[in-house]
DNA sequence: AATCAAACCAACCGCACTATG
DNA sequence: CCATAGTGCGGTTGGTTTGAT
């Protein structure tokens, strides 16, 4: 059995205090990311690393954006999440300013209910297969989504700065605007990072209604 | 005004992946 | 190769807020 990540001892748990963002923030903007786990006690903070770097993510970050969003931002999460299943933190890399919890929480809150309303979804919570366990990655993958050339929009890492250190291959992105074509026609402009690999391939067609069951229908000849 | 239910969201938990010794 | 630490991710929980009665 692996050990805890801390000690359960003088571990303080529930809601953060100014105090202690405060701390977090000016510890991380001296020191900048990285080192959780010695993190807190560097810091001064009676945390875990694990929660200093969550708290940071997903609420501390000067990046975030806040806020409702934008029917833009839901649609764009709707069309990726049918492409990406429950890959929140793929699909917030795509979110400027958005961090995975806020989207999976509004999707959870927002969207899921407003698609099952509208008959669109029966989506659950584990988008594939409900009956097992969420945690088995191997599940959450959509066939479609195996890593696989034809999907270039996997082959892009969370625009976090974590991500990018884990992710060197990706040092080459480039700021590009990347438009995708919404609704038949308008164009919303995601102003996402993108790779210099991806955007030269061809534009991404998120109409799912259609070309998800195209892309399956292809993945799935292309596996047998 | 009081009570209850629903909605929301920050934070926690546990597993998986990756790097390192 | 193996064990372990560090980190990231997704699901879940629980406290707070809001709305309905």
Redesign the pocket.
């Known amino acids: 059995m692996?050990?805890?990540?801390c000690e359960k001892t003088e571990i303080?748990?529930?809601?953060?205090s100014k105090q202690e963002d405060q701390k977090l923030v000016d510890y991380i903007q001296k020191h900048g990311e990285?080192?959780?786990?010695?993190l807190p006690k560097a810091a001064g903070l009676r945390r875990?690393?694990?929660?200093c770097?969550?708290?940071w993510i997903?609420?501390l970050r000067p990046d975030l954006k806040r806020g409702s969003f934008g029917e833009d931002e839901e649609d764009l999460i709707i069309r990726l999440h049918a492409l990406l299943g429950?890959?929140?933190?793929?699909i917030a890399g795509r979110l400027p300013g958005r961090t995975?919890?806020?989207v999976?929480?509004?999707w959870?809150?927002?969207i899921r209910?407003k698609l099952v309303k509208m008959g669109t979804t029966t989506t659950t919570?584990?988008?594939l297969d409900p009956k097992k366990p969420?945690?088995?990655?191997?599940n959450?993958v959509p066939l479609l989504m195996q890593p696989d050339a034809r999907n270039p929009i996997l082959f892009r890492p969370?625009a976090?700065t974590?991500?990018q250190?884990?992710a060197p291959n990706h040092d080459d992105e480039v700021d590009v605007s990347d438009s995708m074509s919404i609704n038949g026609g308008n164009q919303l402009q995601t102003g996402v990072i993108m790779s210099n690999k991806s955007c030269c391939l061809p534009d991404l067609n998120l109409d799912l209604t259609l070309s998800l069951q195209l892309a399956v229908g292809e993945t799935q000849q292309s596996d047998i």
């Open positions: 692996r050990k805890p990540c303080t748990k529930g809601a953060w990285g080192c959780w786990n010695s875990c690393g694990k929660s770097r969550l708290r997903n609420y429950n890959r929140w933190s793929l995975d919890n806020e999976k929480n509004y959870n809150s927002h209910k919570s584990t988008a969420s945690h088995h990655r191997d959450k969370p976090t974590l991500d250190k884990r």
